[in-house]
Structure formats: structure tokens, C-alpha cells
């Protein structure tokens, strides 16, 4: 995990960052996409990142209503194709910006719909913080599980909607959104299969945070493969192991999905070796985790 004790101001290092507290979600998030890497409160790397064209896709903003809210969402698709596999992408806590769009453009070059709601448009932007504790504070810690489960099933549903097929729906997330990744497995039947980059599986135990990736794993509904870094710091392979043991025991009472499930283990690699953005980046784990994680798909009927 990150370090949340960390309170060194990278303000300097956001070109572009957004001040506005007025600023609707909406415009936030067009906001971040335009700048590239302004909704983070991590140093960014000198080089380069990964920067995948918008040629052949549809891409762009849009909103969804739950109860009465409208999240934001990025999205990007094959364009003039419909019928498509679909693919939800869930961000780290800095939430959606242009690195989580840009793996939304990687899948849809691979032919699917991917979808990247900003899970926290309730709480606050993660824009506005250039601090990693206090974001955490004040938005992160504040969101609840469920919520993020509703939010995600309207998801599906806008996907249905708009070119996708709900019977082949896959989803990926990175660190905050690994540990998502873990849960919408387990508790949504919406999903035929999913790959997490790095999330947490243990945890304790409050009011928005009820069960954590170990606490269901015998509910586990659609097989998941899990990416994680033998150098992370934060995530102890201790903690794998027990997710191994919990998955091996529900496998052992007759659940598919668990049996199915797998792990990798990059054992040279950090947290978040596939934030390409970021100094974690390690290319070759990210781009052997980025190919399994389409062979995944394909083999559990997502493609």
C-alpha cells in the first residue's frame, strides 16, 4: 500500500491541477483527463508515460444516475461496434485520471467497452489534494463498500445500454481498486471473471468497510486472478497465502470460481508496478500482467 503517513506537498510536481472548490464532478474529471497526470497526489516520472491513441476508439466523459446522483465515468470502445465484451476499470485512490484512461483505451483497442467510474464523486476530488494522508482522511476512508457496489452494478447497466454485452462482463483495478476487484467478484453476479493489480485481501473490520477479499472468499462468484509484487512493501505475500488457503478451502467445498482463481507474483516487483506514471513502474511485470490479464478474460468467456 501506499505510504499514508507521507505529507510531503507535491503541488510543484501537478501541472495543471485544478484549485476551483466549486468545480462540478464532471468538470473535474474533464479536467484531469485534459491534463494527464493532475489528479495525483504522487511525484509523476520525467519520461514519458504510456500513451495509447483515441484513433478507431469512441471515447470520451459521461454520467450515470444512482438514486438520484450522477457519477462520472470515462469510457472508451472499438467505434461503429456494439455487442461488445466489457470490462470495468477501477482506479487507485487518486482517482480517474489519465492513466486509468489510458488503460481504458488499451482494452478498448483489445475490442472491449471500458468503463472507469470516479468512485469517490460523492466524497470529494481527489485532485484537490496534493497530500497522500489527508486524501485518504478525508475522502478514501469515507467511502463505503456498498455504495461502491451500486455504483459499479449501474455501471453494468449503462454498459448494456450503450454497445455492451452483460454477458460478458470482466473487471480490473489497481491497489483501492483491487481490493474492488476482489469484492464485485464475490458479491455481484454481474461478472464472469476478474483480474486485481495489487489489492489489499485483509483488513479490518467498520461500518463502510464490513468484509474484506479473505472474510468472502467462499462467496467468491467469478474467478479472479491476482497480480501482486513480491517487493510490496504493504501487502505481505503472508496475506496471498492466506487468500490461497481460504480460496483452496472453498475450492475444496465445491466452488468453481474459487478453484478457478490464480495468482502471480512478481517477485522483483513493488506496489504498483503497473502505474506506468509513477517510479513503482517496473515494464516488464506490467506488460506480462497487462497479457495475462486479456488471456484471463478470454478464458473465462469475457472476450
Known amino acids: 500500500m501506499l505510504d499514508t503517513n507521507q505529507t510531503q506537498d507535491f503541488s510543484s510536481l501537478l501541472p495543471g491541477q485544478s484549485s476551483e472548490a466549486g468545480a462540478s464532478r464532471r468538470t473535474a474529471l474533464k479536467v484531469a483527463l485534459g491534463v494527464g497526470y493532475a489528479a495525483t497526489a504522487m511525484p509523476i516520472m520525467a519520461q514519458t508515460a504510456i500513451q495509447t491513441s483515441s484513433d478507431g476508439l469512441r471515447a470520451g466523459e459521461a454520467v450515470y444516475d444512482v438514486e438520484g446522483f450522477s457519477v462520472p465515468f470515462y469510457f472508451a470502445a472499438p467505434a461503429g461496434k456494439t455487442n461488445l465484451p466489457v470490462v470495468l476499470v477501477i482506479q487507485e485512490i487518486f482517482g480517474v485520471h489519465e492513466y486509468i484512461?489510458?488503460?481504458?483505451?488499451?482494452?478498448?483497442?483489445?475490442?472491449?467497452?471500458?468503463?472507469?467510474?470516479e468512485m469517490f464523486a460523492r466524497q470529494g476530488d481527489p485532485s484537490s489534494y496534493t497530500q497522500v494522508a489527508k486524501l485518504m482522511s478525508e475522502v478514501v476512508s469515507k467511502v463505503p463498500d456498498e455504495q461502491v457496489m451500486k455504483d459499479l452494478d449501474a455501471a453494468v447497466a449503462w454498459a448494456g445500454e450503450n454497445g455492451g454485452n452483460l454477458k460478458k462482463v470482466g473487471i480490473?483495478?489497481?491497489?483501492?481498486?483491487?481490493?474492488?476487484?476482489?469484492?464485485y467478484a464475490q458479491q455481484s453476479k454481474n461478472v464472469k471473471a476478474g483480474v486485481a493489480w495489487y489489492g489489499r485481501l485483509v483488513g479490518t473490520a467498520s461500518e463502510l468497510t464490513p468484509k474484506h477479499p479473505l472474510d468472502l472468499a467462499a462467496q467468491i462468484k467469478a474467478p479472479v486472478l491476482g497480480l501482486y509484487g513480491g517487493q510490496d512493501g504493504?501487502?505481505?505475500?503472508?496475506?496471498?497465502?492466506?487468500?490461497?488457503?481460504?480460496?483452496?478451502?472453498?475450492?475444496?467445498?465445491?466452488?468453481?470460481?474459487?478453484?478457478?482463481?490464480?495468482?502471480?507474483?512478481?517477485?522483483?516487483?513493488?506496489?504498483?508496478?503497473?502505474?506506468d506514471y509513477r517510479p513503482s513502474y517496473r515494464q516488464a511485470p506490467a506488460e506480462d500482467g497487462f497479457a495475462r490479464a486479456l488471456a484471463w478474460f478470454k478464458s473465462h468467456g469475457v472476450a
Request: charged fraction near 15%.
Open 234 to 275: 504493504g501487502i505481505p505475500l503472508t496475506t496471498v497465502n492466506q487468500m490461497k488457503d481460504a480460496l483452496a478451502q472453498a475450492a475444496a467445498q465445491g466452488n468453481r470460481a474459487a478453484k478457478a482463481s490464480e495468482f502471480v507474483v512478481y517477485k522483483d516487483a513493488p506496489h504498483a508496478f503497473h502505474a
Open 101 to 117: 484512461a489510458d488503460t481504458c483505451r488499451r482494452f478498448a483497442k483489445a475490442g472491449y467497452l471500458a468503463i472507469a467510474p
Open 172 to 183: 480490473t483495478g489497481f491497489c483501492w481498486g483491487g481490493r474492488i476487484t476482489w469484492l
